[in-house]
């Protein structure tokens, strides 16, 4: 298949940002070559997620995430996948410093990775780098509410909006983001009436996680959903595997395989002449 074809395949901002007020947007974070071909057909948008930091490198926060990881991470999703809309984000400190720096680090984490957009933390005090990344050619994804990159600032990964003020702040934040030209935005750990004031008025797709059924897609992380990440398991996380005693246990019994001999076996060892050329067996 020549190159043209597979990204003509690929659903792009503008089908995600047409998707307002339709068939909710199915996302789902991926790290990893692998798991983004397991997901592709399933979902629209594969989120190469700065909470990689967390899951993948057992960080506490996401703030020790490099533009290097991304880049190597966005790059391995793009690889794995041919349908989805890839969307990689934006690293603490690649982009808050100026509108001339997020342009140089969102050009890289496209160009290098080959994904469609990418996302960034922050509501009104981001609108104008917003519109300059936008007017330079760059899409963006907005995200607002629990911004996981502030957490030092908020008091920790709390549910945000919960006073007036604070739910006014959000909903100004989401408007912001999207006036600055964000083609969709996702809306985290934020209460649901606000979350839902917010999907009923921004006119681009507005993503869940821990918002309102009411948003327009919504989103989860990866490990979360299949059970991989056991640390905690946040209230807005539904569980659909439990990967994690599976995973141990098969670790086991190859150990006691390993231990005991049973493993190689004939089958797995190389013969003098291979019935067939193939490298593998
Ligand atoms: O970092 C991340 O994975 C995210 C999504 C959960 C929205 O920001």
Redesign the pocket.
Known sequence: MSTQTARSQRLTTSDIRARKGGVPLVVL?AYTASVAALLDAEVDIL?V???LGMVVYGMDT?LGVTLDMMINHGRAVVRGSKRACVVV?MPFGSYQESPAQAFANAARLLVETGAAAV?LEGGVEMAETIAFLVARGIPVMG?VGLR?QSVHVTGGFRAQGRDEAGGRAILADARAVAEAGAFAL?V?GTIEPVARTIAGEITVPVIG?GASPACDGQ???IDDVVGLFTEFTPKFVKRYADLAPQIAEAARRFAADVRSRAFPATEHCFTAKPASGRSRR
């Open positions: 974070t989120m997620g700065d909470s996401t984000d996302k995200h996981p996702v985290e996680i989103v989860l992380v």
